[in-house]
């Protein structure tokens, strides 16, 4: 198995979002049992679609586990696209995730990743192209009709591969 992020998205543009579903579905197997489809994703952030049927638990609602790995997913791509379109090959990873479960998630679901700060990107890339590794802490929230329901931080490192 394949573990790198962004060694097989092509370098030099964002991937379109079938491109990257494709990817993410061949790569992270799990992405595709729970259906999942990339929506949008450039520099200003990265959408995700789930349905509700395979995410969901005994009570009808989303799986806590499919909520977190579907954060998870959301950021870790807005990275590797980031990457990939920066024409950067590298491997990425979740050093550390939290999430708040705030609400429950009744019907199909869409999970944003939400873009680093212009000044949390660039000392990120400066880091980045000076040592070959960095981290950087992304967001990522799911909304059902407006209402907050998920928010999730995770802390990823990524190192250049030559």
């Given at each position: 198995?394949?573990?790198?992020?962004?060694?097989?998205?092509?370098?030099?543009?964002?991937?379109?979002?079938?491109?990257?579903?494709?990817?993410?579905?061949?790569?992270?197997?799990?992405?595709?049992?729970?259906?999942?489809?990339?929506?949008?994703?450039?520099?200003?952030?990265?959408?995700?679609?789930?349905?509700?049927?395979?995410?969901?638990?005994?009570?009808?609602?989303?799986?806590?586990?499919?909520?977190?790995?579907?954060?998870?997913?959301?950021?870790?791509?807005?990275?590797?696209?980031?990457?990939?379109?920066?024409?950067?090959?590298?491997?990425?990873?979740?050093?550390?995730?939290?999430?708040?479960?705030?609400?429950?998630?009744?019907?199909?679901?869409?999970?944003?990743?939400?873009?680093?700060?212009?000044?949390?990107?660039?000392?990120?890339?400066?880091?980045?192209?000076?040592?070959?590794?960095?981290?950087?802490?992304?967001?990522?929230?799911?909304?059902?009709n407006g209402e907050l329901a998920l928010v999730f931080e995770g802390r990823f490192h990524?190192?250049?591969?030559?």
């Open positions: 198995m394949n573990t790198t992020a962004s060694c097989d998205l092509a370098l030099g543009s964002w991937p379109t979002p079938a491109a990257l579903t494709t990817y993410l579905h061949h790569h992270i197997p799990l992405t595709a049992a729970m259906q999942l489809s990339v929506q949008q994703a450039s520099e200003q952030g990265l959408t995700l679609q789930l349905p509700l049927a395979p995410n969901h638990n005994h009570q009808g609602t989303a799986f806590g586990g499919s909520l977190s790995t579907a954060a998870t997913v959301a950021a870790w791509s807005y990275l590797s696209g980031r990457l990939a379109a920066n024409r950067v090959r590298a491997v990425v990873v979740v050093a550390r995730a939290e999430q708040r479960f705030l609400a429950p998630v009744a019907e199909d679901f869409v999970v944003h990743a939400i873009a680093p700060t212009e000044s949390d990107w660039a000392e990120f890339w400066q880091r980045l192209q000076h040592k070959g590794r960095a981290s950087l802490t992304l967001t990522a929230e799911i909304k059902p990524v190192s250049v591969i030559e």
